[in-house]
């Protein structure tokens, strides 16, 4: 078994007497891509800074491709770590073309090195512009430049802090495509800080939710969707619908039926808009609005339980009856 590529082992970084990342421990399997989600200032970029050796953790211990590079008595500068790094202010050097800019990095004889960043500018698809200058790049161009910069020196680890949103929707999916090619291609793992959760499952093989620097919820893209197991979490992934309840003998009582619950007290019962369904019977309410969504329809719909959004595929009103499917209504801590 290869060396996990990242191992986090109880890290803590605290600035001042708050924790912005908080006994954070996980492991990324080499060649693996994680996405870091979670709410603003929940420690995302920290926890980044820390993996590249921008920050030195308080506690614990970091090792990458099984060498620890961080931890008591212990310190590996950024440039031996063998990691590169993507974040949102691209900082190309404004003075040099792409084709230099992609060079820079680059061990070895002057021309083997322009033949090597030629042939990175070449797979993202910018051979034609490699004399050009960043100011004569579009911002789609230059996130392509600094994508193939970071990639050239053939990096085991790459870091990206929301690479992709300066870009507009169209260029995002490309950016976005051609970095999952590459980093697939080239057999590195990475991990990616982004806002955009839809994003983020399409590309990676798991997510991390941090909030308020602690590790949530870690595991692959469906699980979390599926089984989320904080309303933060459901909500970071796609729209949810969030119920009060109250959870006593190991059950709780939700408009769609007695769901088992592992904690008692109060909770909260969640259950997503497309797995909600209209039917001759159910839960009664009434249509209060219904919005277009490109491919389907979201009714919001007044119960005695509250307001739920439900999917549908077409424009809806009056009365209706809603179930849920099977195993779609989950429990959540209160
Ligand atoms: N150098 C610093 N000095 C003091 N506090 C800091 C420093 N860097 C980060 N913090 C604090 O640590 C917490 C986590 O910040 P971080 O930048 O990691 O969040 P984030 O998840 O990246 O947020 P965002 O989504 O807004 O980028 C925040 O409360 C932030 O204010
Ligand atoms: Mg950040």
């Given at each position: 078994m290869a060396e996990p590529a990242i191992t986090l082992d109880r890290i803590t970084r605290r600035f001042g007497d708050r924790?912005?990342?908080?006994d954070v421990s996980l492991s990324l399997a080499e060649g693996r891509i994680l996405a870091l989600l979670g709410p603003?200032?929940?420690g995302k970029t920290t926890l980044l800074r820390l993996i590249a050796g921008l920050e030195a953790p308080d506690a614990g211990t970091l090792s990458i491709a099984g060498r620890p590079v961080a931890g008591p008595g212990l310190w590996m500068p950024v440039e031996q770590r063998g990691v590169a790094l993507v974040f949102q202010?691209?900082?190309?050097?404004?003075?040099?073309?792409a084709l230099q800019n992609v060079a820079f990095g680059l061990k070895g004889a002057t021309s083997d090195r322009r033949a090597r960043a030629l042939a990175w500018l070449d797979r993202v698809g910018l051979a034609d512009l490699a004399h050009r200058h960043p100011h004569a790049l579009s911002g789609g161009e230059q996130q392509r430049v600094a994508l193939a910069r970071a990639l050239a020196p053939e990096p085991r680890v790459v870091l990206f802090d929301?690479?992709?949103?300066?870009?507009d929707a169209h260029l995002r999916q490309s950016v976005r495509d051609d970095v999952a090619r590459l980093l697939r291609d080239s057999g590195a793992s990475a991990v990616i800080v982004t806002h955009d959760a839809q994003e983020a499952m399409g590309m990676v093989d798991a997510l991390a939710i941090l909030e308020g620097g602690r590790l949530i919820q870690m595991d692959t893209p469906q699980a979390v969707y599926d089984h989320p197991i904080t309303a933060t979490a459901a909500r970071l992934l796609g729209p949810v619908n969030l119920l009060p309840g109250q959870a006593e003998g190991g059950a709780v009582e939700t408009p769609f039926g007695r769901v088992a619950s592992a904690q008692e007290g109060p909770v909260q019962i969640a259950v997503r808009p497309e797995r909600l369904h209209l039917a001759q019977a159910g839960l009664a309410g009434h249509v209060a609005g219904c919005a277009f969504a490109g491919d389907c329809w979201i009714a919001t719909v007044e119960t005695t339980a509250g307001p739920l959004r439900v999917r549908v595929s077409g424009p809806t009103q009056g009365q209706v009856h809603l179930v849920a499917e099977p195993g779609a209504v989950r429990v959540l801590p209160g």
């Open positions: 924790a912005a990342v908080d603003s200032g929940g202010d691209l900082a190309l050097f404004p003075h040099m073309t929301e690479p992709f949103s300066a870009l």
